[in-house]
């Protein structure tokens, strides 16, 4: 009988599990399916050109940087002096998986824009502040005593609160204000597991504290040996996305100059700076989720800690690394043009995406490559203001009533 009410709950719930698969990726499928027959065609810019001919030249002295072309008065030729009249538009369907990509670029590319950009600055900047807010030296035991015992009071006021907001849950007033309460209690949760941590290296036990103590020490060193190399990236990433990018014409290819340079030293040298600056820039946007979920209060906090995180959290991780990788690629495809020009990549990021009807103007525009310069902009004026303090205690934790 046992087995028969368990097997028929667990069923019930896969039922419903099912259905709402089926219903949202049936939804998710009609508007795909509609967006896709009306505006899913890209226009491309072309100009019929036409020129003189003349007979093939027995020598070419004629011709030189100021007489480039065809004929005796010719400073141009026809793709230069051609009027606006000769240009026509040819439009064309782009392929749905093309088109799926295009959709998801775009919702990948608002986050990327806001991660990426916050990540980019606070990913070195954050190692390089732990070192300056390290902890100098060990503390007494007695100092131990007092801070642990504040540490307790603390955690008992938390258990207090989660035990109220059960008594709620369970007698089914989840509101609002619940919510809210729940956000504010996993936030302490997780304030209170860092106060402890930090406790800990400052007041190593057992037999191997002084182990201990060398390895945190050594730890932090590490913190800033990354953080300034991270620094370094950083800063050439910016660098390149403006006098690359945003200026028109570019100043310079830059890294693309590198990659092409490393790679005449040694033909895999290029390609292994250019993965790395790619996944530095994936780490970066993971780095800026990690920094906004914990300080805002209305994005769910899904943090991810060695040996202590939580199935959801890694859900919510992956599902947040293959939304933005889209958008890394075409960030990439985009700011290293010049480097991966003639790669299926950059005809269909660099091409087919920013030809596409009603999203080619994001990319005409530069929008997101704006939005991750001004969020790299705040995010390193904020550090520089208040990255080196200290936190402090937040005081007696109370419920919003």
Sequence with gaps: ???????????????????????????????????????????????????????????????????????????????????????????????????????????????????????????????????????????????????????GKKAKELREAADALHQEERSGSKGRKWRKNVKAVEK?????????????EVYPQGEKAETSWALTVIGYLAKLVLGVLGLIVSVAWVTHIVIYLLIDPPLSAFLNEVFIKLDNLWGLLGTAAFAFFCFYLLVATIAGAMMLGLRLVFITIHPMKWGATLMNSFLFNVGLILLCSISVIQFCATAFGYYAQATAAQEIFGHTLQSLRGIKYLYKYNVFQIAFVAFAGLTFVYYIAFGWRRRKPSGRFQLSS
């Design 1 to 151: 009988m046992f087995l028969f009410v368990l097997f028929r709950s667990v069923w019930k719930r896969i039922k419903g599990a099912l259905l709402w698969v089926i219903t949202t990726a049936i939804v998710i499928g009609l508007l795909l399916g509609i967006l896709y027959g009306l505006v899913g065609k890209v226009d491309f810019t072309v100009r019929h050109l036409s020129s003189s001919t003349t007979t093939f030249p027995s020598t070419f002295t004629a011709y030189s940087r100021n007489q480039p072309c065809i004929g005796s008065a010719s400073h141009q030729c026809s793709a230069y002096s051609a009027s606006t009249a000769s240009e026509k538009t040819w439009t064309m369907h782009a392929t749905f998986p093309e088109y799926v990509v295009a959709l998801a670029t775009i919702v990948g590319s608002v986050l990327f824009s806001i991660f990426g950009g916050v990540g980019i600055a606070c990913l070195p900047l954050g190692l390089i502040f732990s070192f300056i807010r390290r902890p100098k030296a060990v503390i007494t035991r007695s100092q131990y005593i007092k801070e642990a015992t504040e540490l």
């Design 188 to 200: 302490e949760l997780l304030l209170l597991e860092d106060d402890v941590k930090a406790l800990e």
